[in-house]
């Protein structure tokens, strides 16, 4: 059977046995917490569990690395629409260690992307339109430089209330034990 059809079948089962009912809470975050972490399949259920969130608590933006590299990018615009819209008022950054995107190496990348058949035409065309790949298929060297970027990117935004708090945290993909990187209440 299909991941899709499973999933199909699951949810099913989930709705027509009202298992929703455990989870049903609102748009607006309780905690009024932002966290920015990253897409790794060990956070899944750990990261919520370990920091004690539940459904409803916090918004959660994740994707590979917790990184946020444009400005005025997707990311930076869902962390203002959390701030302005959606009633946070603090943002924690949650890097972890083992994490890929500190071993993430462009050129490897670029190389899977030919044996998975883009040509070099496209390769070049984006090249020569300006989309420097290595540049934006690039990691972090450690998982502290990672978090410390990204929380002095979200500080240094033009659009950021005053007085919100940005902090950075790593985790222990295998404990869930949290290190603070960089307390955000020194700096307000
Ligand atoms: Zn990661």
């Not at 690039?138 to 902090?167: A, C, M, N, W, Y």
Request: a negative charge; glycine letters at 8%.
């Amino acid at each position: 059977m299909s991941q899709v059809s499973d999933i199909l079948k699951f949810n099913e089962k989930f709705v027509e046995n009202k298992e929703y009912e455990a989870y049903l809470t609102s748009r607006f975050p309780n905690k009024k917490l932002l966290i920015i972490t990253c897409m790794d399949t060990r956070l899944v259920e750990l990261l919520p569990k370990a920091m004690n969130f539940k459904n409803g608590d916090v918004k959660i933006i994740k994707n590979a690395g917790a990184v946020i590299s444009q400005p005025f990018g997707s990311v930076m615009r869902s962390v203002m629409v959390a701030l302005y819209e959606l009633s946070a008022e603090e943002v924690i950054v949650v890097g972890h260690y083992g994490c890929g995107m500190a071993s993430l190496n462009a050129d490897h990348m670029i190389q899977s992307i030919k044996e998975r058949g883009i040509s070099d035409e496209v390769l070049s065309t984006l090249e020569n339109s300006g989309i420097k790949l290595t540049k934006w298929l690039r990691g972090f060297d450690s998982i502290q430089e990672g978090v410390i970027q990204t929380v002095e990117l979200i500080k240094r935004h033009p659009l950021l209330p005053p007085g919100v708090p940005v902090h950075g945290m790593i985790m222990d993909p295998a404990t869930g034990a949290l290190e603070l990187v960089s307390d955000g209440y020194t700096s307000i």
